[in-house]
Nanobody, 126 residues
Framework: QVQLVESGGGLVQAGGSLRLSCAAS????????MGWYRQAPGKEREFVSA????????NYADSVKGRFTISRDNAKNTVYLQMNNLKPEDTAAYYC???????????????????WGKGTRVTVSS
């Protein structure tokens, strides 16, 4: 049974940092593109960042470029999201997701994700 478990969320002041982790089990982690998505209250879920199997190729939403960094440790079956210079508009539930394959070419979209975690909440106060 595949499980994605996020951790690391919390309350932080604007300008602060958080590091989210997503521990995966039950899958061949290095065969998956891993992604982070977020959903703010009353809004649709949106893409944040993604990392292909080796971690060497990454993708970011424009709203987080230069502030967030995705990384992965395939030996630990874990993907991370380092979030710096947080803003109140980053407040959301953050979800980890996994898409099989997608080693090159177009990045998988939300509908292409095979598995999802239950999320971890991030609140940024002004």
């Amino acid at each position: 049974q595949v499980q994605l478990v996020e951790s690391g969320g919390g309350l932080v002041q604007a300008g602060g940092s958080l590091r989210l982790s997503c521990a995966a089990s039950g899958l061949s982690f290095n065969r998956y593109t891993m992604g982070w998505y977020r959903q703010a209250p009353g809004k649709e879920r949106e893409f944040v960042s993604a990392s292909r199997w080796s971690g060497g190729m990454t993708n970011y939403a424009d709203s987080v470029k230069g502030r967030f960094t995705i990384s992965r440790d395939n030996a630990k079956n874990t993907v991370y999201l380092q979030m710096n210079n947080l803003k109140p508009e980053d407040t959301a539930a953050y979800y980890c997701a996994a898409a099989l394959g997608s080693y090159s070419g177009n990045w998988p979209g939300m509908d292409d994700m095979n598995y999802w975690g239950k999320g971890t909440r991030v609140t940024v106060s002004s």
